[in-house]
């Protein structure tokens, strides 16, 4: 009997240790392999994308899938469900009241606040590749809106609460139209949210290309007060204008956005009066709670250490270090224009406190039941900690297909056909090279996405 305990034990062990990006690695593979059909087929099957916990993650992946294969009503469709998901979520506190007493797995995975953002970059991505610019803005804006109600949970001066890049895209589309006026603003927008926010919480420096947007937009408002302004804060005192027949915005969506994995902390309990304080004196972690019951005060009091898991990213690093357009003996070097990954790692960051508290209550919880067990009858303590144990798991699920970084450049072109050469760099200086041809109309912009799958060996923090 004991025997046959152990063999199922050690088998929940295995498969609760199992991360849920093992757990999707089919997909991901196949993904990161750019076999996109059979991808997509592997994400319909899945159990796990399946699963009502995961309606979200199925939503965004269908839509990001389906964007990369050109499908772009398809994958709106997709990213629409997602953002209503959003939208609509309510809480559903039987899941959450079970998630104290084994782990947060069992709750409906309401996405990350960066997930919540970058579906609504790809619907206005979408619509750019119809040539949809109204639609587009559109989602740009809904993109702003939900990042001030999302960033409006906390308060934390260092919170993510502005992004650069829709301002930058929303004034690429603008100038799209010819509606100067609107283009100043939100590079200008931009340009301030860079050098406010993106170079302090994510090391990221206003592009030179908006720069040079910006001082365009600027001469063709009107605005030459601003635009001396301008030049004159970049250091650009011999700046012209440059009219053009046509533009090409090239975006480059480089490497994979980080996965989630499973650390663990060992915590010891110091009790106060009616405060239990957790603690770890090496990492210097310390939280406490009040516990006003007596029984469970009794519990917490026996125990001297416990292990708390809890969720974090893990990078995968870019393999490709940079990239280029050559276009009629000129170079364009694409610029870093949003790091995802450091998103990620700034939105988890920034509810961490909470999932500390959430992790240690559930774990508290479960040590409190185990203890009473023990007191009425020791074999069955012995199992409800074997039970606490193998069910003790953070919340891995994640969008695993998001990319690292994504750069750009704004290549100028002539009426009628144009070749172009799009080189990526390695990390050893070798160089890979293709070719690409746009056939643009006069005073058009084209949009053109290329996804580079590589990555490097991934790196924990």
Request: net charge negative; charged share 25%; glycine share 4%.
């Amino acid at each position: 009997m004991l025997k046959r305990i152990s063999v199922i034990s050690t088998m929940m062990l295995l498969s609760a240790c199992a991360s849920f990006y093992e757990g999707t690695y089919e997909y991901n593979k196949q993904f990161e392999e750019g076999n996109l059909d059979q991808a997509l087929k592997t994400l319909r099957s899945n159990t796990l994308y399946n699963r009502k916990h995961a309606q979200f993650l199925s939503y965004v992946n269908n839509g990001l899938l389906l964007s990369v294969m050109g499908r772009y009503e398809e994958s709106n469709s997709y990213f629409e469900k997602a953002y209503l998901f959003g939208e609509d979520y309510r809480m559903n506190y039987a899941r959450e009241a079970a998630s104290y007493l084994t782990n947060p797995t069992v709750t409906i995975y309401r996405g990350e606040d960066h997930e919540h953002l970058m579906l609504l970059y790809y619907k206005a991505l979408n619509f750019l590749k119809m040539e949809r610019y109204e639609e587009a803005l559109v989602e740009c804006r809904r993109l702003n809106i939900r990042l001030l109600q999302l960033a409006d949970r906390y308060n934390s001066p260092e919170r993510y609460r502005r992004d650069a890049f829709i301002h930058n895209l929303m004034g690429i589309i603008y100038q799209a139209s010819k509606d100067w006026n609107n283009a100043f603003i939100a590079y200008r927008n931009a340009l301030e949210i860079y050098e406010e926010d993106y170079r302090r919480l994510f090391d990221v420096q206003p592009p030179d290309q908006l720069k040079v947007d910006l001082l365009t937009a600027a001469w063709n408002t009107g605005f030459k007060e601003e635009f001396a302004f301008y030049k004159e804060q970049f250091g650009w005192d011999d700046f012209i204008v440059q009219p053009s027949d046509a533009d090409l915005i090239f975006l480059w969506h480089n490497g994979l956005g980080p996965v989630k994995d499973e650390w663990s902390v060992n915590f010891m309990i110091r009790r106060s009066g009616d405060m239990f304080v957790f603690y770890n004196d090496q990492l210097g972690m310390s939280y406490g709670f009040p516990v006003t019951n007596e029984d469970e005060r009794n519990s917490l009091s026996s125990i001297e250490v416990f292990r708390v898991a809890f969720p974090r990213y893990v990078e995968r690093p870019q393999l490709y270090t940079s990239a280029r357009i050559s276009f009629e003996g000129k170079i364009y070097p694409l610029e870093l224009s949003e790091n995802v990954n450091r998103i990620a790692f700034k939105s988890l960051q920034d509810r961490m406190m909470l999932e500390f508290s959430k992790a240690l209550i559930r774990v508290a919880l479960k040590k409190a039941a185990e203890h009473s067990a023990r007191k009425e009858d020791e074999g069955l303590g012995a199992i409800v900690g074997m039970v606490n144990a193998l069910t003790e798991k953070a919340d891995t699920r994640n969008w695993q297909t998001l990319p690292h970084s994504i750069y750009y450049s704004r290549i100028p072109l002539t009426e009628g056909t144009n070749e172009t050469r799009f080189i990526l760099q390695l990390p050893n200086g070798a160089e890979e090279e293709q070719t690409f041809s746009y056939r643009a109309k006069k005073e058009q912009t084209l949009f053109h996405t290329f996804t580079s799958l590589e990555s490097r060996t991934p790196r924990r923090y």
